[in-house]
């Protein structure tokens, strides 16, 4: 490596979190273009997995951003670390949170860590606490990539059974996630198709080792970082 190179590497380290590291080549490519400080931007538009800015996971850090910023500007947030009365198996999620929770789970996990949770989904059906909750201290071992509804609980009203919602009509905050997650446009026309979702052990239960366990969803799965949300709504028809 010349010396410029390993300049580049240095200041790239202290600017790229540990997260990124694996990326350092493509980012050295870039500075060789456009220099040190375009990088750094470069890096922060493309988002956290160093994913298309188009794609359908983009659209969905949209959404955690959106969510996440009205939850912190409550004066009084009613969600917080260490109470997980809500979570519970009983809730659906689509297959681009699913992706989102499988790439963060085999950046911060081992590989036999996440075979502990497929092995804990595989238990008798029941719907009982998420199996995400470290009972050590209630805390979501996935904080940073729980589902879109993990985020809204707090502004949605209707949550009967949450003592602490009761007073707090917060619906007019809420955020329609519904595109690019449940419904997607078909192909060559403005019309939306409906893809259900499936209770999180379920997705984990279809997993093998860390990876999907079906060739179709491999694809998609990289397709939904890599590509721009068409050609991944594209390979859903394929
Ligand atoms: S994913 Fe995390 S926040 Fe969501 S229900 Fe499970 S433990 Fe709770």
Known sequence: MSMFATSIMDQ????????????????????????????AIRRIQMGKYNHHPNSIIANLEYYFKELDSIQK????????????GCCSNDFEI????????????????????IEEFRRKAQEPFHF??????DHNDESCQIYEARPLICRKYG??????????????PLSEKNVNTADGTFLFVLPGTDKKFYVGG???IYWIEHTENGQLASEKMKRLYEAAFSE???????????
């Open 73 to 84: 500007d409550l004066s009084n947030p009613v969600c917080r670390k260490g109470c997980s």
């Open 12 to 39: 790239l380290s202290s600017v790229v979190p540990e997260d990124f590291l694996d990326w350092k080549w493509h980012y050295l490519t870039l500075a060789n273009e456009s220099g040190i400080q375009n990088i």
């Open 228 to 238: 721009d949300e068409r050609q991944f709504v594209k390979m859903l028809f394929l």
């Open 155 to 168: 502004l949605l009203d209707n949550l009967t059974d949450c003592p602490l919602l009761s007073d707090v």
């Open 198 to 200: 499936h209770p999180l």
């Open 128 to 133: 009982g606490p998420c199996l995400f909750i």
């Open 94 to 113: 689509s297959m681009t949170e699913f992706f989102y929770i499988l790439r963060y789970m085999n950046i911060h996990f081992s590989v036999s860590t």
